[in-house]
Nanobody, 124 residues
Framework: QVQLVESGGGLVQAGGSLRLSCAAS????????MGWFRQAPGKDREFVSA????????KYADSVKGRFTISRDNVKNTVYLQMNSLKPEDTAVYYC?????????????????WGQGTQVTVSS
């Protein structure tokens, strides 16, 4: 079992930056692939980024590629999402998730554990 707690969300102007953190409990964190998803009001949850257990493989949605960077620290049991050049369309609740499989998945159904989410609001 893994418990995930996101932090770092907030209100930022367009063009600004935020860094989200996701702290995980449990001794097996380093064996899980981790992902970030987001859900805007009235929209389905969508994939943002994912990282393999070692950090050696990453994936990004086209909409955030070049602006967001995912990373992890397996000593601190934490995964990060650095978000730069934020746009109003990035406004959403951001969730981190853990996947017990080795694949770096982009489908939310592949993930086994979820955090409660953190709100990111980008003003124009």
């Amino acid at each position: 079992q893994v418990q995930l707690v996101e932090s770092g969300g907030g209100l930022v102007q367009a063009g600004g930056s935020l860094r989200l953190s996701c702290a995980a409990s449990g001794r097996r964190f380093s064996s899980y692939a981790m992902g970030w998803f987001r859900q805007a009001p009235g929209k389905d949850r969508e994939f943002v980024s994912a990282i393999s257990w070692s950090g050696g493989r990453t994936k990004y949605a086209d909409s955030v590629k070049g602006r967001f960077t995912i990373s992890r620290d397996n000593v601190k049991n934490t995964v990060y999402l650095q978000m730069n050049s934020l746009k109003p369309e990035d406004t959403a609740v951001y969730y981190c998730a853990a996947d017990r499989n080795f694949a770096v998945a982009t489908m939310d159904g592949e993930y086994d554990f979820w955090g409660q989410g953190t709100q990111v609001t980008v003003s124009s």
